[in-house]
């Protein structure tokens, strides 16, 4: 009854996103004259490279089935709170307390959706609202320019012909994979995420796990925030307002379930690429950026609607 | 050296209202496979649990190759070597089959780097040594059912376990996949490992097993080996018990036909099942756990797609698609979880009996009446002696039995003619059972049809006119009034 072992069944869904992401760089090439060019590739991971921070913990966040809306409140009110202190102190002070604020909000999601056992839409939904309105109240609604010339350096710099910020998403990015593959903690997140109580029982503590998610989203969401205050040399209460769905978008996109149990980094990244990659085009087109909006919706709708075919199909 | 694994004397499990295992004495000799049978309900799966500190015992000891021992919880059950392969896995789907293998225990190399390699050669080790040809990288969801099984006692083996309990391993496996577990089960005992079979697949358990137990009713009826017994007294010893309930007298002769099933399938789960039922006429469907009892009547009562099949309601063909066409066509089903799907827990008594037929409380057919609602829910309330203090009591707060009467008062004033009734009287006390009966005779008398589903043969040869017996999927004959005995039912029921 021996037989040759088992093969892995090669399943097309899994890479419906690199498929598209090819088709889509293949027709833009061939569609519009300077879309192959060094100049617009750099655009457009420098375009996505602030948001893309925050997108990698969002995957963290699917993949152990939870979800944050407030992490576009908690850069912008990183964004002021850098801004203020690289004018008033230096620059690692303005990080290092940046970066705790992001964790302490972080942490504050955590224990509500962990500890409280809430459901983290809501618990969210909460934060998002009480911490926007910080931002608000703290500059009165206006925006903190930055004077430091290192801290735009920071933003607007190239090394190599690449802009710093990139980098630093690559870096970010192998962090995250090398995390997820290759650490017990990235292995436990897949097992919580698929199946909570299965894994309390094989003796994971799970609610840590869901705390650490969202201490990772506070974190990398004030990263984010550092990043744009220093690319556009300014702190805004308004900065990253569409984060949360356009983190979501990508990871959707990229094919990690939002069953949780699944995916995986490097998808989101592809997810990231399909949807700038039609930005992109948007805007060589001259239509206006307004239609990105719709685009991001549209694009959203089109992957889930047809996953949740193929999950479909597949049972039957 | 004791020569046996595992010893439970007198264990003695008590639920509310029902003795689950009583002063229960269970030997299992070291290195053999000891199958223990019995009716669904007689306590099979609550032994094992017990064993498995799922459940405790109120009296009794459990004794591990000779030695007491107390089973707190499965960890301590795991540490003296038990492990429980439960009927539904307990795997990840989303994960590796390595990955599963060493859930919560992920290996690491120095430095807490996860060490795939090692994890998959650990695995791939294991699957060697039982002949398994699963990849370790594969998903568990890509896997088999019977795979999945495999991989559970490759677990079970990783762990040291000496004494493996199968509980139904087989019941949602294809013969050759059975084959195969009993190939690896057999190969456990050449290993020195003792297993606990619990099955009624009376077949499979002649093929492999050594020492066979029969329990019923919480009690272990009798222990011989395989080799002693006969199928005949299986059965015999499985269903002897003595009938209990009372059942109440109905005089009423079933009429012309009114609902004609023929050769409805729905995939593989039901396959070419064709009957007729009569008016005023309570049909009983017999099977055991996994026939396929309640996803035909599913099928029928448009709950699930049919795959194939023609139903005739009055000689006219109907065409159900869903439940809203099932209840035009007059037929309701009273679900086997009424909690989860028979009703609105948090709603009244009064919403949950108009539920189905809003059209008959509205006023110029739009707007909802309450006084037409309250009415119609005193009438059924009156007729069913619903015990409850008002029309708004929530549905949560009412016993099993009124729960059970609120629902076949809902499907009373849909007006509808077939009524389906999947386990009716599970969980409810025998005094309400008794009332149940009465008012099943009752809807038979004003000329409603009735299928019956029962786990429990005495209610099933009680209350039915006819008995129709299933076994995996198909229709394995039909047994009139006369000809239904337990041991008849069981034999149809077990082949």
């Known amino acids: ?316 | 050296m004791c020569e046996f694994a595992l010893e439970m004397l007198g264990i003695t499990k008590e639920f509310p209202g029902v003795k689950a295992l009583n002063n229960v004495t269970l030997r299992v000799k070291k290195g053999t496979i000891h199958a223990i049978v019995g009716e669904n309900g007689a306590g099979k799966s609550t032994l094992m649990k017990v064993l498995n500190g799922v459940y405790q015992a109120e009296s009794g000891e459990i004794l591990i190759a000779g030695k007491k021992v107390s089973i707190t919880d499965i960890n301590k059950a795991q540490n003296l070597g038990i492990s429980l392969i439960f009927q539904e896995t307990n795997m990840i789907p989303q994960l590796s089959v390595t990955e599963n293998f060493f859930l919560g225990h992920v290996k690491c190399k120095k430095g807490g780097v996860v060490d795939w390699q090692g994890m998959q050669e650990a695995v791939k080790k294991v699957f060697d040594e039982l002949g398994y040809t699963i990849n370790p990288r594969c998903l568990v969801s890509e896997i088999s059912a019977a795979e999945k099984q495999m991989v559970e006692i490759a677990r079970a083996i990783s762990k040291n376990a000496d004494i493996i309990v199968m509980d139904e391993p087989t019941s949602s496996l294809t013969s050759d996949e059975t084959e195969r577990l009993l190939d690896i089960v057999r190969k456990l005992k050449t290993q020195g490992k003792t297993i606990i079979y619990i099955s009624h697949k009376l077949e499979e358990i002649f093929a492999i097993s050594d020492m066979i137990s029969v329990q019923r009713d919480g009690e272990i009826i009798d222990t011989k080996p395989a080799s002693e017994m006969t199928t005949e007294e299986v059965i015999e010893k499985m269903v002897g018990r003595s009938v209990q309930t009372e059942y109440p007298v109905r005089n009423t002769t079933p009429g012309e036909v009114i609902l004609k099933v023929e050769s409805v399938s729905r995939k593989k789960l039901v396959q070419d099942v064709s009957l007729e039922l009569h008016k005023g006429e309570v049909l009983g469907l017999a099977g055991l756990v996994g026939a396929g009892r309640t996803e035909f009547a599913e099928t029928i009562f448009g709950a699930a797609k049919m795959t194939e099949g023609t139903i005739l309601i009055h000689g006219k063909a109907v065409k159900i698609r869903n439940t809203k066409a099932a209840t035009r066509a007059s037929i309701g089903m009273l679900t086997e979880d009424r909690k989860e799907t028979g009703l609105a827990l948090k709603a009244s008594i009064k919403h949950n009996i108009v539920i189905s037929n809003l059209k008959g409380i509205c006023s110029a057919g739009f707007w909802t009446n309450s006084k037409k609602e309250n009415d119609a829910a005193k009438k059924y309330i009156g007729q069913l002696k619903i015990q409850t203090p008002s029309v708004n009591q929530t549905a949560v707060n009412l016993s099993g039995g009124n729960q059970q009467k609120v629902i076949i008062a809902k499907w009373l004033f849909s007006d509808v003619d077939i009524l389906i009734m999947d386990e009716p009287t599970r969980g409810i006390d025998v005094g309400a059972k008794y009332e149940i009966y009465c008012l099943i005779n009752e809807l038979v008398a004003q000329g409603k049809s009735i299928i019956l589903i029962s786990s429990e043969l005495p209610e099933l040869i009680g209350m039915s006119d006819r008995v129709i017996i299933m076994h995996e999927g198909r229709q394995k004959g039909e047994l009139s009034k006369a000809e239904m005995t337990p041991e008849a039912i069981m034999r149809l029921a077990v082949s």
């Open chain 1, 1 to 316: 009854m021996r037989t040759a072992e088992k093969r892995i069944k090669f399943q097309p869904s899994k890479y419906i996103v690199l498929f598209l992401l090819i088709f889509l760089t293949i027709l833009m090439t061939i569609m519009l004259d300077n879309f192959f060019t060094f100049n617009n590739i750099k655009n457009i991971f420098a375009s996505f490279s602030v948001y893309g921070v925050t997108t990698i913990a969002m995957t963290y966040a699917i993949i152990c089935a939870e979800f944050d809306l407030s992490v576009g409140s908690i850069m912008a009110f990183t964004s002021l709170v850098f801004a203020n202190l690289a004018n008033s102190t230096n620059l690692v002070t303005a990080i290092i307390v940046s970066l705790l604020v992001g964790l302490m909000f972080g942490a504050l999601n955590g224990v509500i959706v962990a500890v409280g056992k809430v459901s983290s839409f809501v618990a969210t939904l909460g934060t998002q609202i009480a911490i926007k309105g910080l931002a608000l109240y703290y500059t009165d609604g206006y925006q903190v320019p930055i004077y430091s010339t290192t801290a735009y350096k920071m933003g607007n710099g190239e090394l190599l012909g690449i802009p710093y910020l990139v980098l630093f998403f690559f870096l970010m990015l192998s962090l995250a994979w090398y995390v997820l593959k290759y650490t017990r903690f990235g292995r436990n997140l897949y097992a919580v995420g698929g199946n909570y109580d299965m894994a309390k029982l094989a003796g994971i503590k799970s609610w840590f796990y869901k705390f650490m998610i969202f201490v990772i989203l506070g974190f990398c969401a004030s990263i984010s925030g550092i990043m744009i205050a220093c690319r556009v040399a300014s702190g805004n209460a308004l900065h990253g307002a569409d984060l949360t769905m356009t983190a979501v978008a990508a990871v959707v996109v990229g094919g990690t379930s939002l069953n949780g149990g699944s995916g995986g980094v490097w998808r989101t990244l592809a997810g990231l690429l399909v949807i700038y990659l039609l930005f992109n085009a948007l805007t060589l087109l001259g239509l206006s950026a307004y239609w990105q909006q719709f685009l991001k919706g549209l694009i959203v709708i089109i992957v889930i609607v047809a996953d949740a075919l193929i999950q479909r199909h597949k049972e039957d």
